[in-house]
């Protein structure tokens, strides 16, 4: 079985060895397999060939990625409010003390 072609390197994600080769299988997308711990990264779908070969500086496959187009505003914080005091509670008056039972009989 020949081997496919490098694309290019990158460190493994599990085990950060570096400069593992990345290549494109025969289905043309692109997959790595660690030399040193053995894991297999694949792509499957699109983003993840996207994602990958960025990663790695390959020119992109899909020109038509979703970009923003203008950066997003960010929204300034409202003025502070005037600094007002906080109105004062007026007190109720105290109603009469109710009568008990001892002030009938006063
Ligand atoms: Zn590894």
Redesign the pocket.
Known sequence: MSKNEVIGTCS?P??Q?PD?EIRVSTNGKPYMV?E??G?QLFSRQARSVKLLKERIGAKPVDPVAPKPATPIPVPKPAAPAAAKPAPVPVPEPKPAAEKTIFDIFN
């Open positions: 493994c599990l085990c060895f593992q660690c040193e711990c894991m």
